[in-house]
């Protein structure tokens, strides 16, 4: 009987997973949160978003069309060259304003960059799919390719049968480092008979001792398992940006230009990422009562154009979508309703109205009367009306989108012929 499939080239969720990222602007890889890489696409030390277009671009053909790392190569280098961004150079450090001395461009660079962004589309690729089939082939069996360039941990991990939602997975799913060649294959029952393999009892021994990392430019501390490099201790398909991470992310945001954060924002509204913030996997724990109870980072959505954040006030202008606000959108609020009838594509939509809408003053449902903090953009799209909320807090310090859905058109009528809820009227 032929080995179990392993899942090597899954190109469309590969493509998929990709193409939903945003772009992330950052001088070291260091200074870029694992899980944000997952959902972002960034080369350190490339401060320009059209290089970064560019390099996306060729990343992009190398997914969807099977570019070779030679062609790759040959058709960057001579663009980066001609843009001024190859070989060594002084570039101050953001950190410290220090200017160092540091490699830009160069061929064992440019492998680096293929590299490790196949293999993380490729690895994400291959986990939405095992997720979408988990309840026929319940397990993964870990393997490694067995030769002298492999690391022995690794090696030592080969073989290893676990349930595909097995916890070891959050960690050890591969790749685990740089250049790391590792796998999974995703069994049932009837394969494991057939080759002699075993479910194991738990990990493998020691593979969950932990070491601690300190990251040098931020300061951080984690405990990274034994035989992972740092970096590399997380899933790729199921990270998740935890809130002291979602609020530095989200600072940088408010400090770039109005383009690059839309850029960095991105469209994940297709992705799994996404789909994972809005409906996370059973056992996930999720906010009860308010959007600081949840373990989970906000969501940057949007970016307010200049006029409606000056109305607002507030002193944030990127739109966040608390995990709270992801679970009313849902529906999964008691008494609370919500818009489960919103796809999480619906979402590409919020810029758009936030940029052509029409905007009026929110009111207070009970009581009927006008919230200074909060704002309602309407936008008629081919008889389609759209309504988004966002609101600013207390401290004003943040912006929330509150609400999206759809309205009836003679909503929009109503709106338009109360002058006191329109901006600029009173």
């Given at each position: 009987?032929?080995?179990?499939?392993?899942?090597?080239?899954?190109?469309?969720?590969?493509?998929?997973?990709?193409?939903?990222?945003?772009?992330?602007?950052?001088?070291?890889?260091?200074?870029?949160?694992?899980?944000?890489?997952?959902?972002?696409?960034?080369?350190?030390?490339?401060?320009?978003?059209?290089?970064?277009?560019?390099?996306?671009?060729?990343?992009?053909?190398?997914?969807?069309?099977?570019?070779?790392?030679?062609?790759?190569?040959?058709?960057?280098?001579?663009?980066?060259?001609?843009?001024?961004?190859?070989?060594?150079?002084?570039?101050?450090?953001?950190?410290?304003?220090?200017?160092?001395?540091?490699?830009?461009?160069?061929?064992?660079?440019?492998?680096?960059?293929?590299?490790?962004?196949?293999?993380?589309?490729?690895?994400?690729?291959?986990?939405?799919?095992?997720?979408?089939?988990?309840?026929?082939?319940?397990?993964?069996?870990?393997?490694?390719?067995?030769?002298?360039?492999?690391?022995?941990?690794?090696?030592?991990?080969?073989?290893?049968?676990?349930?595909?939602?097995?916890?070891?997975?959050?960690?050890?799913?591969?790749?685990?480092?740089?250049?790391?060649?590792?796998?999974?294959?995703?069994?049932?029952?009837?394969?494991?008979?057939?080759?002699?393999?075993?479910?194991?009892?738990?990990?493998?021994?020691?593979?969950?001792?932990?070491?601690?990392?300190?990251?040098?430019?931020?300061?951080?501390?984690?405990?990274?398992?034994?035989?992972?490099?740092?970096?590399?201790?997380?899933?790729?398909?199921?990270?998740?940006?935890?809130?002291?991470?979602?609020?530095?992310?989200?600072g940088r945001l408010d400090a770039a230009p109005a383009a690059l954060a839309q850029a960095a924002i991105g469209q994940p509204w297709g992705g799994a990422v996404f789909r994972q913030f809005l409906h996370p996997p059973s056992g996930t724990r999720r906010p009860e009562a308010d959007a600081g109870a949840g373990p989970m980072g906000d969501w940057p959505v949007a970016v307010l154009p200049p006029a409606v954040q000056q109305t607002l006030g507030g002193l944030s202008r990127t739109v966040r979508l608390s995990p709270w606000t992801a679970e009313k959108q849902a529906g999964r609020i008691p008494g609370i309703p919500g818009h489960p009838d919103v796809a999480p594509t619906d979402y590409a939509r919020v810029q758009k109205i936030l940029d052509e809408g029409e905007w009026f003053s929110g009111v207070n449902r009970q009581t009927g009367r006008r919230l200074d903090r909060v704002l309602v953009g309407v936008f008629n799209e081919e008889g389609r009306v759209w309504r988004v909320a966002v609101k600013v807090t207390q401290d004003w310090h943040e912006t929330y989108l509150t609400s999206l859905g759809r309205i009836k058109p003679s909503d929009l009528r109503r709106l338009r012929l109360n002058p006191a809820r329109r901006l600029g009227e009173d």
């Open positions: 009987m032929p080995d179990p499939e392993i899942l090597n080239l899954p190109a469309a969720e590969a493509v998929d997973h990709f193409r939903a990222k945003g772009f992330h602007v950052g001088f070291d890889w260091r200074d870029t949160d694992a899980a944000l890489h997952v959902r972002s696409f960034t080369v350190a030390k490339m401060l320009q978003l059209d290089l970064l277009q560019d390099v996306r671009v060729a990343v992009d053909a190398a997914l969807a069309e099977g570019t070779t790392l030679s062609h790759f190569q040959d058709a960057l280098e001579p663009l980066l060259v001609r843009k001024g961004w190859w070989g060594q150079q002084w570039q101050p450090d953001p950190l410290t304003g220090t200017p160092r001395r540091v490699t830009l461009g160069s061929l064992a660079r440019l492998r680096t960059i293929f590299r490790t962004n196949l293999a993380t589309a490729y690895s994400a690729g291959r986990w939405a799919r095992i997720d979408r089939v988990k309840a026929e082939l319940p397990y993964l069996r870990y393997v490694a390719v067995l030769d002298g360039r492999t690391r022995p941990a690794h090696a030592a991990w080969h073989g290893t049968v676990l349930p595909v939602d097995d916890p070891w997975w959050q960690t050890h799913y591969p790749p685990n480092g740089w250049n790391c060649r590792c796998l999974v294959q995703q069994l049932d029952a009837a394969d494991l008979a057939s080759h002699g393999y075993r479910v194991a009892d738990g990990p493998p021994a020691g593979s969950e001792r932990r070491v601690p990392w300190q990251n040098r430019r931020t300061g951080r501390v984690t405990q990274v398992p034994v035989g992972l490099e740092p970096g590399w201790a997380h899933h790729v398909g199921r990270a998740q940006v935890d809130r002291a991470v979602a609020d530095q992310f989200i």
